[in-house]
């Protein structure tokens, strides 16, 4: 009897503590306006200007927009309309209504674990979750430091692969509440940053035991992956050479970020020598070495050589010019 009120009243504990480092919230109200105009439309019924408020007015689309619009991005309601009201779009109708309904029975509690597993101890993950019916197929986070929202666009993944999506970006959302130190400032070299999507993508997987992409049901998705992974090495030396050329001053001003872009893509190398990066720092060295180097970017580069010498891995290994132009970063 004592065992069992000890065993509850621990499961207790656990759950409040993770109740204060978890709280998520999924708001559905612009992909359920988008699809009441859809059913509308299936129905040869009129579409009123109450049915446009209800699209325009939603907490999504309003931050959406407000998101696109910081982008320096156009995303007019004219052209919303247009997108709603064309034939491309009714014909997913059945699709986009089936994905609604699955993924509002998702379990984020359990996607934001996964996340927590591969953070600080002191992250946390607060954030909204907005399925999203919109033009352009990507998912972000936004305005994590004030009010952190999750965008995914609606698209035929299962619920376990919605999971997944959203373990990977509540990693970012919790990683911005931990890392990187108060303290450290890269200046130009912003885009150290950006090796967090394959860091994400392992969390996401729950573990390096496991498939990145095994939920990942998107058509070409696995094949991406795989041709991103398989071209390691040249994703590797594309982006020591964009980190030189930052570092010595080849490149300067807007060429910066529109170069440090070009490697996103839908799995580009900031996902796959940021994934490899990862698992070999955590095969080496462990998960807490792992956490540690991927939150003081200064020293992520310099722990992965180390790793691979370690791990007697076959793989490049970072210039000791970038190594040390990182170690040597001041704290601000």
């Known amino acids: 009897m ?53 699209v325009f007015t939603s907490e999504g689309y309003v931050r ?12 007019e309601d004219d052209a919303f309309k247009k997108f709603v009201m064309s034939d491309e779009l009714l014909a997913k109708r059945e699709m986009l209504a089936k994905a609604v309904a699955d993924w509002s029975k998702a379990d984020l509690t359990q996607a934001a674990q996964r996340a927590l597993a591969y953070l600080p101890p002191n992250a946390t993950i607060k954030a909204k979750v907005y399925p999203v019916i919109k033009p352009k197929e990507n998912s972000f986070v936004f305005e994590v430091e004030t009010d952190p929202a999750i965008f995914k666009y609606v698209d035929a993944e299962s619920r376990a692969a919605f999971e997944q999506t959203m373990s990977h970006e509540m990693h970012h959302v919790g990683y911005g509440t931990a890392c990187p130190p108060k303290d450290v400032h890269l200046g130009d070299m912003q885009f150290l940053g950006a090796f967090g999507e394959g860091f994400a993508t392992l ?13 990942g049901d998107r058509p070409g998705l696995q094949e ?25 001053g080849k490149i300067k001003g807007d060429d910066i970020s529109k170069r440090g872009f070009d490697f996103f893509g839908l799995l580009g190398p900031w996902y796959s020598v940021g994934y490899k990066m990862a698992t070999t720092i955590e095969a080496a060295f462990g998960r807490d070495a792992l956490i540690a180097a991927f939150c003081d970017q200064r020293t992520l580069m310099a722990t992965y050589n180390r790793a691979v010498d370690k791990t007697g891995a076959k793989l490049p290994k970072w210039d000791e010019r970038l190594t040390k132009w990182f170690s040597e970063t001041p704290a601000h």
């Open 2 to 54: 004592i065992v069992r009120f000890l065993l509850v009243l621990s499961l207790l504990v656990l759950s409040l503590l993770l109740s204060q480092r978890v709280q998520t919230h999924l708001v559905t109200d612009e992909a359920d306006a988008v699809l009441a105009i859809l059913a509308k439309r299936a129905a040869y019924e009129a579409i009123t200007d109450a049915d446009w408020q209800r």
């Open 64 to 75: 959406l927009k407000k998101r696109e619009h910081s982008m320096k991005r156009e995303f």
């Open 203 to 215: 969390a996401a997987a729950g573990g390096l035991q496991n498939d990145p992409w095994k939920n």
């Open 224 to 248: 991406t992956w795989a041709k991103e992974m398989a071209n390691y090495d040249e994703n590797f030396h594309n982006v020591e050479a964009y980190f030189l050329d930052v570092a010595t």
